[in-house]
T-cell receptor, first 112, second 112 residues
Framework: TQLLEQSPQFLSIQEGENLTVYCNSS?????LQWYRQEPGEGPVLLVT???GGEVKKLKRLTFQFGDARKDSSLHITAAQPGDTGLYLC????????????WGAGTKLIIKP | GAGVSQSPSNKVTEKGKDVELRCDPISGHTALYWYRQSLGQGLEFLIYFQGNSAPDKSGLPSDRFSAERTGGSVSTLTIQRTQQEDSAVYLC??????????FGPGTRLTVT
């Protein structure tokens, strides 16, 4: 059974600080996605990474896919209160091109 | 264009009653997913529809849960004889020719 483990489960930091969230697995994924979910809303796709070692930047957010395509990280620079939310990673297996494997999420709170 | 919509946004029901949850996917999206999310947790896959193919029902937790998709568009998730453990947010997502999923705002179900 494929699993995605996210860490930390919960993170509360001050505005302006940097942080990194991790998504790890012992399995290889063909692609990996990061979503952010705000209270009362559904998850919103932030990025999809498909190539081992790939780095994508979205303003202050930097996403990296591990060389072996088993792990990923999300780094936020100078966090802002608007970054508060539940961050979910989800992996796609080439053997099942529709069913994603979901991590349990990292709940992030940025205090002003 | 319009995103994924779900109704109702909130549903409170008594234990033992049946409930129906509705999802309107993005127009033209051929794939539709239902997920369940407990408070602040990751997503639990329930069922997947793709075009006219037989749905993947492997995630449905019991035979009290069923779903249908009419005309390849609107979907209804039905929970019969609701139990307190069914209380959760039920999320619907749609996608087109890929793994990137677009979510609705969810239906918060509370069984009293």
């Amino acid at each position: 059974t494929q699993l995605l483990e996210q860490s930390p489960q919960f993170l509360s930091i001050q505005e302006g600080e940097n942080l990194t969230v991790y998504c790890n697995s012992s399995s290889v994924f063909s692609s990996l996605q990061w979503y952010r979910q705000e209270p009362g809303e559904g998850p919103v796709l932030l990025v999809t990474v498909v190539t081992g070692g790939e780095v994508k930047k979205l303003k202050r957010l930097t996403f990296q896919f591990g060389d072996a395509r088993k792990d990923s990280s999300l780094h936020i620079t100078a966090a802002q209160p608007g970054d508060t939310g539940l961050y979910l990673c989800a992996g796609s297996n080439s053997g099942s091109n529709y069913q994603l494997i979901w991590g349990a999420g990292t709940k992030l709170i940025i205090k002003p | 264009g319009a995103g994924v919509s779900q109704s109702p946004s909130n549903k409170v029901t008594e234990k033992g009653k049946d409930v129906e949850l509705r999802c309107d996917p993005i127009s033209g999206h051929t794939a539709l997913y239902w997920y369940r999310q407990s408070l602040g947790q990751g997503l639990e896959f329930l069922i997947y529809f793709q075009g006219n193919s037989a749905p993947d029902k492997s995630g449905l937790p019991s035979d009290r849960f069923s779903a249908e998709r009419t005309g390849g568009s609107v979907s209804t998730l039905t929970i019969q004889r609701t139990q307190q453990e069914d209380s959760a947010v039920y999320l619907c997502a749609s996608s087109f020719a890929g793994v990137e999923q677009y979510f609705g705002p969810g239906t918060r179900l509370t069984v009293t």
